[in-house]
């Protein structure tokens, strides 16, 4: 009979599931692709959510760590989690040039060369350059022409021309970096640099978009200020045709229209243009939202915008992407929400149901009887539930936009980590396969 004993759970979510056994790789994705690095979260401190990644790297093929740093920057579309990925893989063991290349892919912004060297002296201040940093910081400095280098010079701790100093960088062009060691890049014409001098507002907003210079998320992010300074809502209007929409979050467009909600109806252009062309997905579908209390957490600290309302957009984009489905949402309890679209379905979604405890096994089943005719169904989550989900009928996912270390899927269901829209491709090509 020693054989035949009850096996026992050995980790739970915080609210108390029996969470099944990952592998080291597994449980990186779970902690890396919705991060917003160091932040607290409902149950978990961001210190601890850090040290944890650090710590997962050690036990990991260089090549997976490389895959899930280069698909976090690329498709999750982070910043810091990458660069610490880099710099956890420096610490333990790897040494090789193969670090420096990972370094110069992930660098795609030139405020990063900085912000790498801030968090790898921010635990150990004055810690020596490795050789491969130094390889792979030389090498993505020059990525950048005088505008990038000229926007991203700021007063911070680590200077691009510190950084271009202490990797001693070849530069493809010795002019431009003779500029930015004497500090002469011409002055680029920014939104924050021409308000920073004194500019007028309406003025400042209305040249960059006649100039077609204004970056597709700074102009969400300052919709409320053009707004507010009676910039042209023409102007505006007719902006929003030409922004450039891609790698934009889901819930970057929610939280434009908190602030402008009388464009409600030009942002849920924008979105729909950032997933135009995508493929369909065929059979009938059953949306799953998870709306418990640790859900109603804002993203990151300065974030206007809870982790219920990013799945709530992620939800939005599956209602346009599934050819039959239907929108559920749940608590302590689980209920089929009105078939609206876009922004109306948001507003439906959080006027249904009060944030309490999360019980996702019955939600799962009060699914099933209510839609059994569903051939997929998809949950967005964050995982921590008192129960957990039976196997599904024909094909389950979730989508686990947590950070936690314990879930409550896998096995029969397929978990996919992160908010982008990037996800939907991947169910696509995995159903294909």
């Known amino acids: 009979m020693k054989t035949n004993t009850a096996v026992k759970a050995t980790r739970f979510t915080h609210e108390g599931a029996a969470s099944p056994n990952i592998n080291k790789l597994q449980e990186l994705r779970r902690s890396v692709m919705a991060a917003m690095l160091w932040e607290d979260t409902f149950y978990e401190g961001g210190d601890a959510a850090g040290k944890r990644v650090a710590d997962l790297v050690k036990g990991i093929p260089f090549k997976d760590v490389a ?86 010079n700021r007063d911070c701790a680590v200077k691009l021309r510190d950084v271009m100093f202490l990797v001693h960088s070849r530069p493809v062009k010795p002019e431009l970096f003779k500029k930015l060691a004497d500090d002469e890049l011409e002055t680029p014409e920014t939104w924050e640099v021409m308000l920073s001098k004194g500019a007028d507002k309406k003025a400042v907003f209305e040249h960059l ?77 059953a ?23 990013a799945a709530a957009a992620l939800a939005v984009l599956a209602r346009e992407l599934c050819d039959g489905v239907r929108i559920f949402t749940f608590s302590g309890r689980c209920i089929e929400v009105p078939p609206r679209r876009g922004f109306a379905m948001v507003q439906a979604v959080k006027s249904v149901i009060n944030p309490v405890s999360t019980l996702l096994g019955k939600a799962v089943r009060h699914v099933y009887s209510e839609f059994p005719e569903c051939e997929r169904i998809i949950v967005i989550t964050d995982e921590q539930s008192q129960d957990r989900p039976p196997q599904p009928q024909g094909r389950g996912y979730i989508i686990n936009v947590g950070t936690y270390q314990n879930g409550i899927a896998y096995g029969p269901w397929l978990t996919i980590n992160g908010w982008s829209e990037a996800i939907f491709d991947y169910v696509r090509e995995y159903e294909k396969a």
Request: proline letters at 3%; charged letters at 25%; hydrophobic letters at 40%.
């Open 67 to 152: 895959a899930v740093a280069v698909e976090a920057r690329e498709k999750f579309n982070l910043r810091h989690v990458p660069l610490w990925l880099t710099i956890a893989l420096l610490r333990n063991r790897h040494n090789g040039r193969e670090v420096g290349d990972l370094i110069f892919n992930v660098i795609q912004r030139a405020d990063e060369p900085g912000e790498l060297l801030a968090m790898y002296w921010k635990d150990q201040p004055n810690a020596p350059l490795t050789k491969q940093m130094k390889y792979g910081l030389g090498r993505a400095l020059k990525k950048f022409d005088e505008y990038q280098l000229a926007k991203y």
């Open 209 to 285: 978009m006649l100039q077609k210079n204004l970056g597709g998320l700074a102009f969400l992010r300052n919709l409320r200020g053009m707004l507010e300074a009676k910039v042209d809502e023409d102007l505006i209007r007719a902006y929003s045709e030409v922004a450039n929409v891609s790698r934009i979050l889901p819930f970057r467009y929610l939280s434009a229209a908190k602030y402008a909600p009388r464009l409600e109806d030009m942002l849920e252009a924008m979105m729909y243009r950032s997933i135009a062309g995508m493929e369909m997905l065929g059979g009938k579908t």
């Open 287 to 309: 949306i799953l939202i998870d709306h418990s209390r640790s859900m109603e957490q804002n993203v990151s600290q300065k974030s206007e915008i809870t982790r219920f309302e």
